[in-house]
Structures are given as structure tokens and as C-alpha cells.
């Protein structure tokens, strides 16, 4: 992004802060119809990105916009203006009937090239690509042999569809409607917890609960990247957030930089997975299934717990093994420190019991957002100025801005995939490879999905996956909700798994590490993210279903699983495993944790069973030892 100075930079801010406010005030107050909401939306943040961001980095002046900057701004506008103009007429028309004019075929076009090039430079070249793709293959898909024929579009037919079909994809489409809603009032909420001083209680209360552990340092980074992860919404600016100062202190107490920088980076996405706040994804969920987000945060929260205490686990076990102590003491906040700032959780709880409740989600965010800076009032410390609050609402208009351009490419892609029946082709390929295997089949979503979000960030990359494989799952008779979760699991992972991983590869750049060593660190101490979404198919517990047995037994396997394929991997239990004791441990874990072969109560029984035998038969190694010595 670019270093912009004087009077262009204050414009910006003052941009930004206005249309972060205007949505908090919708959010509260009501929304406009759903396409002049859209169309402000992208109207107000499409442009912007042309004056923030360089077309080349090392090329671009980097210090302000050139003219063509400036041109695209003002031409990236004109479409989204024309339909807040029109808007009534354009919610009068019947899609695919009435004539589409030679002005809609020109702004359409404009508002799609634009959107391209508003992508690539502030989001990602993937996703960029992506969708040119997926329009090249409108427009000469009929040439292709096969199930990838597809049927002959008209110019007109396809402009339509990936612009202006607001009922069903597109860029005006529904995903854009929920970005523009409920998914902004949320974005505003977090930066507002940034400007109030959260972020500190979060640091000094992973720091009071974990520094005095062995391993300390990376036990806070994990226990802060959670906490920062509700807020953030992204994984790579929580790595940059939070890592900044947690991986060179791990570095300092002897972790190697590539571990550290795995430590970091596997906390650091699993952020979108934390209830109350997960990441814009988790939004889309709730309104691509119509399952209320209070519902999608309660079957979200265990397994939430279980990818942070895995990765607690195995930073146990790595610093015992390499002797790893826990931080010094003056580096440790007092407890009177972490309480000084705690008022700021209850506009937390207040959100939660908002959901709970089955508010809406933006009226909930909303109503936080508005408790956050009155009760951040209460005390000195956490008192927000008039420059705080201003610039909270900025920083969330320029989170906001690349996410806007981002969801709505998404749904041309969507699209296209629906209009050409490619969503059809894809599943029958998978669905044949998969043979009426569910195993199969899930090994296959979650290499897709892992293999899409090395090119996307998570939201779309969910998005895609979603439509090729949830009706998959469906038809061999998963529930939509368990389905889904499934998808966004590893759509969340592929943050950190190689070879591409944006939140890992950020880390590395901190830590001083080869970026792909890293993110094999950061896929092992993430290993719960896989077993915890192959859990939402075949232990339903997991997602509170099934009562309070099921719900037990689901979490116990998976706790004893995780805890075993942590100390397997570090080569650790109550002391250091040699290769085989490793080898044992670690696959009675990874046996629990996938082979449902097995009854849940032969599954705990045995990994629990191999638990207790290696410590016991560590521990009488060591008294021997002791003796011996004496």
C-alpha cells in the first residue's frame, strides 16, 4: 500500500473513516434496499483502492497516485453510480427477459475490468486470474469436449450474469449484500476493540496466564494470536500484528525461527475460527445455508478450543524437549495490569448474549460497537479520543475496501460456474474419483479446498469450494451445516499449509526463515484443524449434536488424539521418546483421529490406553534412573 502524505492522506482517512460510519449507522438504523446498499458499498470502496494502491510496486510512485490512477478511479465509479441512479428500475426488471441495453453492456464491461484490476493490486493476482478464467470459459466453453461443454452466451447474456443479476451471483449479487451488511458493522466492531486497548488486555492476559510455562513466549503468542484473531479478520495481519513482538522473543529463549514462525502462523489463522468473532467467511456461511450465525458460533466452539489447546500441546512438549523455560519474570504483567483493562469484555459478552438471543448480526455489532466506546470511557487507559475514534473507523474502512472488491469477484466466479454448469461438472468429476466412498470423498474436498486457497484468501477460496462440494456431501446424506463447516475448516488451513501459505510466508519474513520450512511447522501445530473437520462429518458431538454423551465423547477422543499425535510429533511425553515409542504414540493418535472404523469407545480406549502406558513406563524410567544415581 502507499505511503501517501499531506493533504491526499487526510482526504483518505477522512474517505474511509466516513464510509466505515455511514455502515455503522445502517447497522443500527436500517439498511437501505439491498441494491443501492450494494451499490454505495462498492461506489464507495472500489475507487479508493486505485489511489491507495500501486499498479506496480516497483515500478508505481509509491508516495501518490499517477494520472491513470486518478482515471480509474473516476471510471471504477461510474458503474456503481448508474446503479444507485437506476436502482428502482433496475429491481423492476426481469433478469435474462427484458432488454439489456447497449449503457448496461458498457457499464458492465467498465465495472468488470475495473474490479480485475482493483483486485490484483489490492487483493490478490489469484483471484484475479481466477475470474477471468471462469469468464473465458463463458465465453468459449462451448468450444470444449465433453461434461466441460457448455452452452453458447450471447455478450449480453454474460455481462448480465456476472454483473447485474442481484437475486442470484455477480458482482451486485447476494454475497456482495452480506459483505455490505452484516459482515462491515463486524469489521467496524473489531477495529474498535483495536482502538479501545483490547488488543493490550489480550496481550498482558496471554502473557499472565501463559509466561510462566515452559515454553513461555510461544505459549502467549498462541494465546494472544487467538484472542487478536477474533478481531483482526486476517490471518496474515495477525501474524504481522501479534508476531512482530511474539517471534523474536520465542526466537530469544531458544526456539528455532522456523518453529517460531510455524507457532505463530498456525495461531494466528486459527483466529477465524474463534467464536464470537470468527473471519468474514463464517458470515457468508450464515447467509449462503440461512443457519443464524449464533448457531454457526456454538458448532464452531469446540473445535475452536481444540485447534488452540493442540497447538498449546505441542509447544508443551517442543520447549520440554529442547529445555525451553518459561519468560522472565519483569516481562510478566500483573494480574492488576490485565484487570485494569477488563471492562472492555463485557461489550464482548455483550455481543455474544446479542447472538445468543438471535439478534441480527449487525444490530448485535452495532450495539457492541457503541458499549466499546462508552465503557472504554470509564477508565484513563482506555479512554478513546475523537483521534482514536477516527482512526478506527478508518482502519476498518481499509479492511472493508479490499474485502468489498474481493466478495464481489468471488460471485462472478460463483456465476459462472452456475450459469455454464461447470458447479455440475466438477462434482460429477469428484463424485466419480470418489466412487461412493465418503472417506474418499472428504480427502478429495479437502485437497481441493487446500489447493484453491493457495491462490485465494479464505472467503473466496470457501465460497468456490462450497459450491462444487456441499451438494456432494449432502447427497451422501451430511447435514448442510456439518458439511460446510468442513469446507471452511481447510479453507482456513490453507493459510498455513504449503506450498503457497500467505499467513505462514509472512511469519518467515519476521522470523528470518525459509518460508516453506515454516509452514510445514505451521501445518503440523495445526494438525487439529484437520482432525477437528473431519470430526463435523463423523462425530457430530463436536458441533453440541447428539447430547451430552456424543458431545463427551467427540471431545474427549479428539483432546486424547490431539494431546498424542502433539507428543509423537515433538518427540516428547513426560521425556524424550525414542522412535519407536514416537511412532506408537503418534499413530494411536492419528488412529483416533480418523479411523472411524472403529466404535468412539474402542477410539479413546486405545489411544488413551498407549498415553498412559509410555508415561507410566517413562516415569518408572526415570525413578530408575534417580535410583540409580543415588
Same mark, same amino acid.
Given at each position: ?21 455511514? @455502515? ?55 458503474? @456503481? ?60 466453453? @462451448? ?452 479411523? @472411524? ?34
Amino acid at each position: 500500500m502507499r505511503e501517501l502524505s499531506g493533504w491526499l492522506k487526510l482526504v483518505c482517512t477522512l474517505w474511509m473513516a466516513a464510509a466505515a460510519a455511514v @455502515h455503522l449507522y445502517f447497522g443500527g438504523f436500517g439498511f437501505p434496499e439491498p441494491i443501492p446498499m450494494r451499490g454505495f458499498h462498492l461506489l464507495i470502496f472500489t475507487p479508493i483502492l486505485f489511489i491507495l494502491y500501486p499498479a506496480n510496486p516497483k515500478r508505481s510512485p509509491m508516495d501518490r497516485p499517477s494520472l491513470l490512477d486518478w482515471a480509474l478511479a473516476v471510471l471504477s465509479a461510474a458503474p @456503481h453510480a448508474w446503479v444507485m441512479w437506476n436502482w428502482t428500475a433496475i429491481a423492476d426488471r426481469m433478469e435474462y427477459v427484458d432488454p439489456f441495453t447497449p449503457t448496461m453492456l458498457v457499464l458492465g464491461i467498465i465495472c468488470v475490468l475495473t474490479l480485475l484490476e482493483a483486485i490484483r493490486r489490492a487483493v490478490e493476482p489469484g483471484l484475479a486470474w481466477m475470474i477471468v478464467i471462469s469468464i473465458a470459459y463463458m465465453v468459449w466453453g @462451448h468450444y470444449l469436449p465433453g461434461m466441460f461443454q457448455s452452452k453458447v452466451f450471447q455478450p449480453e447474456a454474460i455481462v448480465e450474469a456476472i454483473w447485474l443479476v442481484p437475486t442470484s451471483g455477480g458482482v451486485y449479487g447476494p454475497l456482495t449484500g452480506i459483505v455490505a451488511t452484516t459482515i462491515a458493522v463486524f469489521i467496524i466492531f473489531g477495529a474498535f476493540m483495536g482502538g479501545s486497548g483490547t488488543g493490550r488486555l489480550f496481550s498482558n492476559f496471554g502473557a499472565a496466564v501463559a509466561g510462566r510455562y515452559s515454553g513461555g513466549p510461544a505459549k502467549v503468542a498462541v494465546v494472544t494470536s487467538g484472542l487478536f484473531g477474533t478481531m483482526s479478520g486476517s490471518s496474515v495481519s495477525n501474524v504481522i500484528t501479534t508476531g512482530a513482538a511474539t517471534i523474536p522473543l520465542m526466537k530469544r529463549v531458544g526456539f528455532k525461527p522456523s518453529i517460531a514462525g510455524g507457532i505463530e502462523s498456525a495461531a494466528s489463522v486459527g483466529g477465524a475460527l474463534m467464536p464470537p468473532v470468527m473471519g468474514a467467511a463464517a458470515f457468508v456461511m450464515a447467509e449462503i445455508t440461512n443457519i443464524p450465525y449464533g448457531e454457526i458460533v456454538v458448532a464452531a466452539a469446540i473445535g475452536a478450543v481444540l485447534y488452540y489447546f493442540a497447538i498449546l500441546m505441542a509447544v508443551h512438549f517442543e520447549a520440554k524437549r529442547a529445555g525451553i523455560n518459561r519468560m522472565a519474570e519483569e516481562d510478566i504483567p500483573r494480574w492488576r495490569e490485565v484487570l485494569a483493562d477488563s471492562h472492555l469484555l463485557i461489550p464482548i459478552a455483550a455481543l455474544v448474549y446479542l447472538l445468543m438471543e438471535r439478534w441480527s448480526g449487525n444490530f448485535a455489532a452495532f450495539s457492541a460497537t457503541l458499549a466499546m466506546v462508552a465503557l472504554a470511557m470509564l477508565r484513563a487507559r482506555t479512554r478513546m479520543t475523537w483521534r482514536t475514534i477516527l482512526a478506527s473507523f478508518a482502519n476498518a474502512g481499509l479492511t472493508m475496501a479490499p474485502l468489498a472488491v474481493a466478495i464481489a469477484g468471488s460471485g462472478i466466479v460463483i456465476s459462472a460456474l452456475t450459469e455454464t454448469g461447470l458447479v455440475v461438472a466438477f462434482g460429477g468429476i469428484i463424485k466419480q474419483l470418489a466412487g461412493g466412498s465418503l472417506p474418499i470423498l472428504l480427502v478429495l474436498l479437502a485437497a481441493a479446498v487446500l489447493i484453491l486457497g493457495m491462490g485465494l484468501p479464505t472467503t473466496p477460496s470457501y465460497i468456490i469450494a462450497a459450491a462444487i462440494g456441499v451438494p456432494q456431501l449432502i447427497d451422501m446424506g451430511q447435514g448442510l451445516l456439518a458439511s460446510h463447516m468442513f469446507i471452511f475448516y481447510f479453507a482456513v488451513l490453507a493459510d498455513v499449509s504449503p506450498p503457497v501459505a500467505a499467513a505462514a510466508f509472512a511469519a518467515a519474513a519476521i522470523a528470518k526463515a525459509s518460508p516453506t520450512i515454516t509452514s510445514l511447522h505451521a501445518t503440523r501445530l495445526g494438525i487439529a484443524g484437520f482432525t477437528v473437520g473431519f470430526a463435523f462429518i463423523y462425530d457430530p458431538g463436536i458441533m453440541f449434536q447428539g447430547g451430552p454423551v456424543a458431545i463427551f465423547m467427540a471431545t474427549a477422543i479428539q483432546v486424547a488424539a490431539l494431546t498424542a499425535i502433539a507428543a509423537g510429533y515433538a518427540g516428547y511425553l513426560a521425556a524424550p521418546l525414542n522412535p519407536l515409542l514416537r511412532l506408537l504414540v503418534g499413530g494411536a493418535g492419528m488412529a483416533a483421529a480418523f479411523w @472411524h472404523g472403529w466404535s468412539d469407545v474402542t477410539r479413546l480406549a486405545v489411544v488413551v490406553l498407549v498415553l498412559g502406558a509410555v508415561y507410566a513406563l517413562q516415569l518408572a524410567q526415570s525413578r530408575r534412573a534417580v535410583a540409580s544415581l543415588s
